[in-house]
């Protein structure tokens, strides 16, 4: 296997881990069907009871008074409070004494001697996470069997960042059904992701790649898990897969595409039930097209709406979390809105507008456009463009396009330096903006300075997903910051510049943001319209407020 181009982070000195600094961590949910064997596949292994936390999500069958009989350590969260990542991450920060952090879930029994196993890899010390063999449980049909063969095959593998140049997206493959992280490697990834619906062990191991370090499969480390999933329960589990894709748009352009692996593992399937098995063969062809089909409906969730999401994921109470809903004022946010903005002409009159300025605007910014993109291909690694999630007109979600400003490891950067800079962590709370924003890039600073890394939004305005003139688009997180406004702010359409953006953008508070947001929903009309379009230049070209 490649090995990375990056020299991995320096490590101690002892070639082989400390059983005494191991923790052991299983998230659980009803999980008394499941504790006899699972208890007993615990007592099989290396690890003291004292140092496995079962974190139980409100189980009413028990499960926790398990766990407590059985001497284990207890974690209680509510239900609602599951999430695959945040709860993972939660569990971590309850064990900083660990130096090394392993996880199973409640149905994945390890064959005797499996942790052992899987803590030889971390004799490498350039070695970050791994994770062990799953082989199918007891019963598991052909179909199921299958699948694990295909993902966790009979022999060991390193890989590292070069890996993706042979392998692609399958580099950052991981599974916290059974895998182990070096505390240390897992803080510097940013521990686990909260805000994804599932694979928050691709996008750890990724990250881990990507700053040095390797991850390692160990198929000498076995444990027994599948599922006996049904067609419907597929399309579920590859929705939530599309969806992640999607948003982490990252991992895809770093690591490449998945193009091939469907139709590689569509192949092996067939191979490995003919003849044999050949009766299963058109249910199996069946059930990878509605894998497929889940999977392209994820890659559009910004279209499908809250609501589809929900019924179509495998994760619903992830969206009940996340997802905003869509907003319909009631009478007394009514009163809020401006008459005209309530109107079908206002909504012909502004599409008009939008159409009309945006085919006179196109043939000047396509030279424009073109130049800017060559320059950040030039001067910084990545691609030109850069989309993000963003809430549209009516609660719904769209891809808002951007000149990319920020280095490609923007998160972990903006993480340290707010770290590192408790007034700055105050700053972001209150704009959701830096004057210094330590991810943006030399020729990042030129383009926001006079807001030209707006400019491919123009493909948002002809789409219908923005305006010329309305409120900024905002993200999920922004939304609590509306409270009884943001009703407000979903009646009309997002804008490329607005009142805030010609009012002094970030020298303004957040709440004055709102307060400008209201005020043109409220007073809309078409002179206001003129005039915030007459003074956006200007303020572009002073610079006004921009960061």
């Not at 971590?92 to 803590?119: F, N, S, V």
């Not at 579920?236 to 692996?261: C, I, M, N, Q, S």
């Not at 979903?490 to 010609?502: D, E, I, K, S």
Request: charged share 20%; with cysteine; net charge positive.
């Amino acid at each position: 296997m490649s090995s990375t181009a990056l020299q991995p982070p320096a490590q101690d000195d002892a070639r082989s881990v400390d059983r005494s600094q191991v923790a052991v961590i299983i998230p659980t949910w009803r999980a008394a069907a499941h504790w006899k064997n699972l208890a007993a596949a615990l007592a099989q292994q290396s690890i003291p009871k004292a140092q496995v936390l079962i974190v139980d999500s409100g189980s009413d069958d028990g499960t926790g008074s398990l766990a407590e009989a059985a001497g284990f350590r207890l974690l209680r969260i509510a239900q609602n409070e599951f999430n695959h990542g945040g709860t993972r991450q939660l569990a971590a920060r309850h064990l900083p004494w660990a130096k090394i952090l392993i996880y199973l879930t409640q149905d994945a029994l390890p064959k005797p001697g499996a942790i052992d196993a899987l803590l030889q890899a971390f004799d490498d010390p350039t070695v970050g996470a791994a994770y062990g063999r799953q082989l199918p449980r007891q019963g598991a049909g052909p179909i199921e069997a299958h699948a694990r063969a295909f993902n966790y095959p009979a022999h060991s593998s390193l890989r590292s960042y070069e890996s993706r140049r042979e392998l692609g997206l399958r580099a950052a493959f991981f599974s916290n059904s059974f895998g182990a992280y070096r505390a240390e490697a897992l803080e510097q990834a940013g521990g686990f992701p909260s805000g994804v619906p599932m694979a928050e062990d691709t996008i750890v191991a990724a990250r881990m790649l990507m700053r040095g370090w390797n991850t390692a499969y160990v198929a000498e480390a076995e444990v027994y898990h599948s599922h006996p999933y049904t067609m419907t329960q597929e399309l579920r589990r590859y929705f939530d897969t599309g969806v992640y894709h999607a948003r982490e748009k990252w991992l895809r352009e770093h690591f490449g595409e998945p193009h091939g692996e469907g139709r590689r593992f569509v192949l092996s399937e067939l191979r490995a039930l003919l003849p044999g098995n050949f009766y299963l063969a058109p249910y199996a062809l069946l059930r990878n097209a509605a894998k497929l089909a889940g999977y392209k409906l994820g890659l559009h969730e910004a279209k499908l709406g809250p609501a589809w999401c929900r019924r179509l994921s495998a994760n619903p109470h992830y969206w009940d979390k996340t997802a905003a809903k869509t907003v319909e004022p009631c009478d007394d946010e009514r009163k809020m809105l401006s008459p005209r903005v309530q109107t079908f002409r206002y909504t012909v009159i502004k599409r008009a507008i939008d159409i009309l300025a945006s085919i006179l605007l196109i043939p000047i910014l396509i030279p424009i456009c073109g130049l800017i993109a060559l320059l950040i291909r030039l001067t910084s690694p990545g691609p030109a463009l850069f989309s993000h999630r963003r809430i549209g007109r009516g609660g719904g979600y769209f891809f808002m396009w951007k000149f990319r400003t920020m280095r490609w490891n923007s998160e972990e950067v903006l993480e340290q330096y707010l770290d590192q800079h408790p007034e700055a962590r105050t700053e972001w709370t209150r704009t959701h903006k830096l004057l210094r924003d330590p991810r943006v890039t030399p020729l990042g600073r030129v383009l926001r300075r006079y807001s030209l890394d707006e400019l491919p939004q123009i493909w948002n305005i002809l789409r219908g997903e923005m305006s010329l003139v309305g409120p900024r688009p905002i993200v999920t997180d922004e939304v609590e910051k509306y409270g009884d406004r943001f009703a407000c702010y979903c009646a009309v359409t997002p804008g490329v510049t607005g009142l805030w953006q010609v009012s002094g953008r970030s020298v303004l508070s957040y709440d004055e943001r709102v307060a400008l947001d209201c005020r043109y929903v409220q007073e809309w009309s078409l002179w206001l319209e003129a005039r915030i379009l007459l003074r956006t230049l200007p303020a572009a070209y002073n610079a006004d407020g921009a960061v």
